[in-house]
Each structure stands twice: as structure tokens, then as C-alpha cells.
């Protein structure tokens, strides 16, 4: 996965250029499919970019100056690279029933369904096989509504020739995973039972949570985490 985009509400770019810039980070406008990009990276190398949909609803989180007439509304879709940008496209639409809808500026653009994040961009040459670590994006995921068609997409990708592991229990979903030609690995994961399963909605994010076959290692685990200070400007 190349680059993860986020959408934002229309008219919005100027503040979010600003609020990046305040922040140190330097940051590129580009144009695909009529639509305009502000690309920046993290501090790791992770490449984002924001981009302005009608579509989607505004977030109803406030945050300093974030008002929700500007906060990201979620996830917009994503750019992919791939070593065999053919066989990548030939998945996407044959295997995982996305519509190829046009090609510009060196992109392929597929639509699925899914309101805003229902846009990938796949560019059209070959990419160099990419190294894992920091900055990089081990795969990229898609949803199952629930366990019965998760189950069907298991079947389905393994009728198409390909290897799916076995359908893994992660406790807060269920997911499989596959290694696409073009060499990107795809994940199927199930909605239920979600993130409330084991605490209460209004308290996710308060604690660390871990499935059980963590626990034993929760000091190990605490131990390698950053502390997050959320600025409040």
C-alpha cells in the first residue's frame, strides 16, 4: 500500500494545509481524477494525502480548533503499488469485484461500494518489491459484513487460485489472508464482533486492551509502545 488517503469536507484544503505546516511538515498538492491531493508524509515515511469528497458524513468530533465542518470525515481509500501492476488490477476486479471507472495520470481508478472509502488508485507501472519497517503498510484490508460471508469469500478466493490462509480468530473480527501476484497482501476481515465486544463503547481508547493470548505478555508489549500526547491546539 503506497498511500492512504483520508477525506475531508469540501473547501476544507486551506485549513489543513495551514494546520500541517504549522506543524513542521512539508506538504505537496497533486491532482488525480479531477480531484485535488494534499500529500505529506509522517515522521516515519508513511506517505498520506487528504482530499475533499461531498460524499460521506462529517465527524461529530470536536477536537482545539478542529471544528466538524473540517475534521476528517474517514478513511478515503488508498493508492497501491504494485511489481505487477496488471495482475494487481486483474485481482481487484475479478477476484474482489471492484470496477475499473478510468485512468489518469499514470493511475488506474477502481470503485467499490462504501461511503467515503470506496476509491483505489493503482498505479499502472511496476514497482520494485517494497521493505518492511517503519513507514510501510503491511497490507491493506477489506470487509466482510459477517461470518457467513466471510466464509463465502474464502471460498471464492481460493476457487481463483489462490492460497487464503485459514480463517483466523482475532478475537475483535475474523480474518484471512492472501498474497495477490502483484505482490500486495490482502486481508478479509469481518465486521462482528467488533471493538465493544469485551468493553463498554464509551470507554474504548481509555485502557490497552489485548486478546487473551496476549496477556502474558502485556508488560513486553506496554514496554515497546510510545506515549501519545494529543496536542490540544
Do not use: C
Not at 483466523?168 to 495477490?180: S, V
Request: proline share 4%; hydrophobic share 40%.
Amino acid at each position: 500500500m503506497g498511500i492512504t488517503a483520508f477525506v475531508i469536507p469540501p473547501g476544507t484544503i486551506g485549513f489543513w494545509e495551514d494546520r500541517l505546516k504549522s506543524y513542521g511538515f512539508s506538504v505537496m498538492k497533486a491532482t488525480r481524477f479531477s480531484e485535488q491531493y494534499l500529500q505529506f508524509s509522517d515522521k516515519d515515511g508513511l506517505r498520506l494525502e487528504f482530499v475533499e469528497r461531498e460524499k460521506g458524513q462529517n465527524s461529530e468530533w470536536l477536537f482545539g480548533d478542529i471544528s466538524a465542518d473540517k475534521a476528517i470525515k474517514g478513511i478515503g481509500g488508498a493508492v497501491l503499488f504494485s511489481m505487477n501492476a496488471q495482475k494487481t488490477m486483474d485481482a481487484l476486479e475479478n477476484v474482489m469485484g471492484l470496477k475499473k471507472v478510468g485512468e489518469d495520470v499514470g493511475y488506474a481508478r477502481f470503485q467499490t461500494s462504501g461511503d467515503p472509502s470506496n476509491l483505489i488508485d493503482v498505479s499502472v507501472s511496476d514497482m520494485e518489491w517494497g521493505v518492511v519497517g517503519a513507514g510501510t503498510v503491511h497490507h491493506i484490508a477489506w470487509r466482510a459484513k459477517d461470518f457467513e460471508e466471510h466464509a463465502e469469500w474464502h471460498r471464492e478466493v481460493a476457487q481463483s487460485g489462490y492460497q487464503p490462509t485459514q480463517i483466523i480468530d482475532r478475537k475483535y473480527f475474523n480474518a484471512i489472508y492472501f498474497r495477490e501476484e502483484g505482490g500486495i497482501l490482502f486481508e478479509i476481515a469481518t465486521d462482528p464482533p467488533g471493538f465493544a465486544h469485551d468493553e463498554d463503547p464509551d470507554a474504548l481508547g481509555e485502557k490497552l486492551m489485548l486478546p487473551s493470548w496476549l496477556e502474558p505478555s502485556r508488560a513486553q508489549v506496554e514496554a515497546n509502545l510510545l506515549p501519545i500526547q494529543v496536542s490540544k491546539v
